[in-house]
Nanobody, 116 residues
Framework: QAQLVESGGGLVQHGGSLRLSCTASGFTLDYHGIGWFRQAPGKEREPVSCITYNSDTTYYADSVKGRFTISRDNAKNTVFLQMNRLKPEDTAVYYC?????????WGQGTQVTVSS
């Protein structure tokens, strides 16, 4: 069964770092762009970052630009989100996403909590 699985979330202090991973199973990520989204309590899900299948183009939301870095290792079938200088407002559930054969795939999410 094709699915995405996130990992790497946790509790970190203001200014700390975390690295999230999004690993695909049941299919290869080689030909797919991947996006990271987040949803804070009481708020809508919002895009954070995305990367093309060959890593030649990346996108970052203004709120994370300069602090977060997206990358991918196709040999490991995994996309990463390195999050540095975390702020309490980064607290949210983080999801990875891709679209494959006209179907949307979301991971189950990983909680990131940044304490002040």
């Amino acid at each position: 069964q094709a699915q995405l699985v996130e990992s790497g979330g946790g509790l970190v202090q203001h200014g700390g770092s975390l690295r999230l991973s999004c690993t695909a199973s049941g299919f290869t990520l080689d030909y797919h762009g991947i996006g990271w989204f987040r949803q804070a309590p009481g708020k809508e899900r919002e895009p954070v970052s995305c990367i093309t299948y060959n890593s030649d183009t990346t996108y970052y939301a203004d709120s994370v630009k300069g602090r977060f870095t997206i990358s991918r290792d196709n040999a490991k079938n995994t996309v990463f989100l390195q999050m540095n200088r975390l702020k309490p407002e980064d607290t949210a559930v983080y999801y990875c996403y891709t679209r494959r054969f006209d179907r949307n795939y979301w991971g189950q999410g990983t909680q990131v909590t940044v304490s002040s």
